[in-house]
């Protein structure tokens, strides 16, 4: 039976109870690799677009969600050095160093991330919002290239991009809050009272074991 398609009007829509978190070995093995040689999707749950034509906050599917697609990497870098694909109003620049994909299997590299951050506006200002850009390794990265890959013919320089916006205003509340908690211990302690609960001693059978300081009274 066919996979079902859970892409309608260029947004991702899963049943209830039902959520997309692959790791970045099964997106770039399990998707990545099968849409460019034109093999099988696992579900038509990736939706492919236009980069260019989307700022991040415009891409289809909720604001708040990690959203996925696949693009053609001519398509969106428009320099030849390729490092800062282009949107509607602003760009992505690289942030860092890509790095390898390996699989977990057979320690072989499969793929390559590259971490970008939307900067939008004028002056351009960087943004919250952040892109994993995944590619499929060169076959001179792969030294146990077999014939079977070797004659595979790719259909396309496709990526696969994750987009998402970073929760800074909840990271930094969630560290305030840790900082309050962590003062109100420190000045507990300097009343007098102890931060420290002790647990009764349990016996090997689960049961309290009883202390033999105490004497009952006569």
């Not at 696949?70 to 282009?86: D, G, K, Q, V």
């Not at 590619?135 to 013919?153: F, K, Q, Y």
């Not at 909840?170 to 300097?190: H, I, L, P, T």
Request: include cysteine; hydrophobic fraction near 30%; glycine fraction near 8%.
């Amino acid at each position: 039976m066919d996979n079902p398609g859970f892409v309608r009007h260029g947004m991702l829509r899963l049943p209830p109870g039902f959520r997309f978190h692959p790791t970045d070995e099964e997106l770039v093995v399990q998707y990545l690799k099968r849409k460019v040689y034109s093999f099988p999707l696992p579900a038509s749950i990736i939706p492919e677009i236009d980069l260019r034509n989307h700022d991040p906050w415009d891409l289809p599917g909720g604001r708040e969600e990690v959203r996925y697609f696949f693009s053609f990497r001519e398509a969106t870098y428009l320099n030849r050095n390729r490092s800062n694909p282009r949107a509607r109003s602003g760009c992505w620049k690289v942030a860092g160093k890509e790095r390898q994909v390996v699989a977990s299997g057979c320690n072989q590299v499969v793929g390559m991330k590259k971490v970008l951050v939307f900067y939008g506006g004028k002056p351009p200002t960087r943004t919250d919002w952040i892109m994993h850009e995944y590619r499929l390794a060169r076959p001179d990265a792969n030294p146990r290239n077999d014939a079977t890959h070797s004659c595979m013919v790719p259909n396309g320089d496709w990526v696969l991009c994750r987009i998402f916006r970073k929760k800074r205003a909840a990271k930094m509340q969630a560290e305030e809050d840790d900082e309050q908690a962590g003062e109100q211990m420190m000045r507990m302690g300097d009343d007098g009272s102890s931060c420290v609960t002790e647990l009764p001693d349990v016996s090997s059978d689960g049961e309290e074991a009883s202390s033999s300081s105490v004497s009952s009274p006569p």
